[in-house]
């Protein structure tokens, strides 16, 4: 699982460098720098998801074409469900300690006495967790195309869409963890607990697209469930369902807002 990460920003508050490039680019850089400095992190966002993709190719019966999938095979299904799984460990597994244990250290306490406020500390997590999530899609699509044969998103702008919109809802609910864990350890306890479930409805342990159709519809409401249906819809050529798109679009919108309003800087 991610390692946890309590190292300190990299440039001082006030430092010279935040002087010279703005403090919020001075915050990201400095982030950036810790970010990239964490294997285990990085490993777990931006390799496992293609490792795993690439061991499921190894069962038979997965890149075999199924009748009840449309004359698809599992191993397509599960190249969106790879990249859902990316998502999933950088909001609940990765990025709630690197922020609760900033809290803890009183770090936060201090940027605020100072021009590098911490929203600007906030806003490099999800943007760095964010693009680590998008280069993980990436190299899950190309492992799968490369490996298996698995076919491009046919529908590309929708498969966009329904991904930026997934990547902002998983993150968002990264925030609200964030938001509700004052310690560390409460971080991990509670993205491992969601961790779990995320990863049910994701559709990792029995894609969606499998369920029986009142488990289906039940998942289908939760973010992940309704990421699963429109990455899938959009690869197989059809333009995502609104109705998962909106889905999507509310959990980032709530989760946002009740983020913002209970997050505390220390």
Not at 155 to 163: I, K, R, S
Request: with cysteine; proline share 7%; hydrophobic share 55%.
């Amino acid at each position: 699982m991610p390692t946890e990460t309590t190292t300190a920003p990299a440039t001082a508050p006030g430092s010279r460098v935040a002087r010279r490039r703005g403090p919020a680019a001075a915050v990201l850089t400095a982030e950036t720098r810790l970010f990239l400095r964490e294997p285990g992190n990085l490993f777990w966002i931006f390799v496992f998801p293609s490792v795993l993709l690439v061991i499921l190719g190894f069962v038979p019966a997965f890149k075999e074409a199924q009748d009840d999938l449309g004359g698809r095979r599992v191993i397509d299904l599960y190249v969106p469900i790879s990249i859902l799984l990316a998502m999933i460990t950088a909001a609940v597994q990765a990025m709630p300690p690197v922020l609760t244990a900033y809290r803890e250290r009183g770090i936060l306490r201090r940027m605020s006495a100072t021009p590098v406020r911490p929203s600007a500390l906030l806003g490099a997590q999800i943007l760095l967790h964010g693009a680590a999530c998008l280069a993980s899609a990436l190299l899950v699509t190309v492992v799968g195309r490369i490996a298996y044969g698995v076919a491009l998103p046919e529908q590309l702008p929708g498969y966009l869409l329904a991904l930026l919109l997934a990547v902002a809802a998983v993150l968002t609910l990264g925030s609200m963890i964030c938001a509700l864990s004052r310690t560390t350890k409460a971080a991990t306890a509670i993205g491992t607990g969601a961790y779990l479930v995320m990863m049910f409805s994701a559709g990792v342990w029995l894609p969606v697209q499998t369920m029986p159709d009142a488990l289906r519809r039940i998942v289908e409401i939760t973010p992940l469930g309704a990421a699963s249906q429109a990455l899938e819809q959009a690869a197989s050529g059809s333009w995502p369902g609104w109705i998962h798109l909106l889905v999507l679009a509310l959990w980032t919108a709530a989760l946002g807002i009740a983020a913002a309003r209970l997050f505390r800087w220390q």
